[in-house]
Structures are given as structure tokens and as C-alpha cells.
């Protein structure tokens, strides 16, 4: 989301390979890791007891599968708000996670931002966002891809930029313009392997502790159904934590200038949800190597009442030479699905 004042004077389409690497690294904390965890409402004890997670073969907690979004939103803000202007709201719509090596206690991330994809449909652009994250050794740690449509103000109503002017938390250029690099588009750019996700030395030699045996795995077989509950305090605290300021999800006028029903749940907040359902099942947090998400619908969440979410899943496909298995996600709420398509791919013991 952005307050967009200046109107674009190029088609965006140009832009597609402009990229940076951020200035600074994001050093993941503990207590940011246990933040987030409660956050998505992710309680294994591996996000919060590095007793656990060293039971599992972590040297510290290990943080929810969605916890580099937090990153990513202090590498893209100067990309948003001052590369791609003339949008008043930007709408996210589809998300993946490659995930190499699993985020711990103490990690020292660097992100390489770039603009790799433009599309037009149905006259609105859609924008996808690639962030590669190194870690101190040069691996790449998580390959992130964020896609969204780049909404102007012919699309919500005039009021809505200074709505948002009023009611956005402070800080939020400053943060942007301290967390990168001078914008000279052509910095440094690690890149995902042609060859697609392949996974870090550490994913390759360790085993997987999941609970289940890939043995004990079928096709078919139909993960516990998990029913999540969100209240307005979910996402003002998500809000706050994850850094995506967006008064969409917190403050009804402005849900209301953009069109919206009411208040709704951030769609990376569904995703975190989501992905603890997968990975409660699982037993073990870093057994996802793989986890994408088309939205197609948005969680309600009314002054006056909570909002649900169900999530249902079941196994797609499996590979037994590499043990391994792709889980379909299916999350409702109101009726509604709210995931167009939902995909993890998981390793099993």
C-alpha cells in the first residue's frame, strides 16, 4: 500500500528488471521470531523453545514459513512507494515461498529486490516482486514472490489518499529511505538456480523429523481440519509486527473508500495461518521447501465480531524417491474461499 501523489509518466512495463540490493541486512531476532509466531497463531514449540528446536537439529528457534515477509516489507518499500508511483493502493494477489534453508535465531539477511514481472488484465497492472535473501555465507537462504495490482485512484474513491495520510503510522518514509541503498537500478542480483528450487546443503543432508513417515503417506489421505479465529487485536498486532501498515485492515473509512465490505484480514496474515496448519501436521517447521498461494477472496472481520477460518487439506502428489509430497490447501471463510489455490511442498521422514 502506498498514498500515491505523483501520477506515473512512463508505462511501469519499462521498469521490469529494475533492481537493488538492500543497504543493510535484517538480523532475525528471537523475540521478533516469537512475535511473529504469535502472530499467525503458530505455536510449535520450535518457534519458542530452543530446547525444541534443537530436538529437531536446530541451533536456534526456527521461524514460521512466512516470517521473511517481514523482511521484505523494509527491502520493497523504496520500489513501492518512490519506483512504482501513480498507484494509490497496491492489492496483493498471489504469493510464493521457495524455501532453501530454514530462518533462525540469528540470521543476518540480505535482500536483492527486483521487478520481474509486469502484466495487464482486465485493465489493471499486476506487478510481481522477486526478493532473493543471502545469508552471511553467500546462500541463498529464501526466494520470495510477491505479486500485486497496482490500483489508481479511477478505481476507489478520491478521498481514499488523504484518508490514509491521516491515519498512517509515522515513520514509515524514513523507514524506507534508511533501508537501502542509493537507487541506481543496477545493483548486484543473486538469482534462483535455472534449474529451479534446489535445495541448500543443509536441507540435502538433514532429515526431515516430521511426525509422519513419508511411508505412512497416501495420496488422497486428508490433513486435520483446523479452524482459526481472527479478531480486529489480530490485526492491528499483525499489522504492528509484520511492519504492512495498510488501513484496509485496521481502519473501517479507508476499507470503505476502497470498496471494501468492511475490515479485512491481511492476506500474508491468512497465509502465515495456512502455512502453521501444514506445518502442525507436519512436526517439523522446516519441512516445507515450497509454499504458494493465489488469493481469491478476503477475510471479513467485523468491529463486533470475529472472523473464521477453516482450513482443510489433502495430499496431492508424492515422490518416493525424493520423499516427498505436495499438500493442496483449501481455507474458507464465510462460505467463501478465500485461497484460488494453495500448494506446500513438504519433505517427510
Known sequence: MRSGLVEATFDVAELVGYRYRTDDYYEVGREKIREYARAVQDFHPAHWSEAAADELGYA??????????????????????????????????????????????????VSDVELTSVRRIAGKDLLTITNTFTDRSGDVVQIMHTTVVGITGEDVDAGITDAIDRVIMHGMDAASRNATAPADGDGPLVTAPETGLQLS??????????????????????????????????????????????????????????????????????????????????????????YGVRLSNYTVVEAAASGNVEFTGRIKSVDPETRTAVVVIVAKSAGRKIFGLATADVRLA
Do not use: C
Open 201 to 290: 546443503q543443509f536441507s540435502r543432508t538433514r532429515t526431515p523429523r516430521t511426525a509422519l513417515r513419508f511411508d505412512g503417506i497416501a495420496v488422497g489421505d486428508e490433513l486435520p481440519v483446523r479452524t482459526a479465529r481472527v479478531t480486529r487485536g489480530d490485526l492491528v498486532n499483525y499489522a504492528g509486527v509484520s511492519g504492512d501498515a495498510n488501513p484496509i485492515h485496521w481502519h473501517d473509512q479507508v476499507a470503505a473508500l476502497a470498496g471494501l465490505p468492511d475490515v479485512i484480514a491481511h492476506g500474508m496474515l491468512t497465509m502465515g495461518l495456512g502455512a502453521g496448519f501444514v506445518t502442525g501436521w507436519l512436526g517439523d517447521p522446516g519441512a516445507i521447501t515450497r
Open 60 to 109: 536456534g528457534l526456527v521461524a514460521p514459513t512466512t516470517f521473511i515477509s517481514t523482511a521484505a516489507m523494509l527491502a520493497n518499500r523504496r520500489i513501492l512507494e518512490t519506483i512504482m508511483v501513480g498507484y494509490d493502493v497496491f492489492v496483493q494477489t498471489d504469493q510464493v515461498f521457495e524455501i532453501y534453508k530454514p530462518v533462525l535465531t540469528g540470521d543476518r539477511l
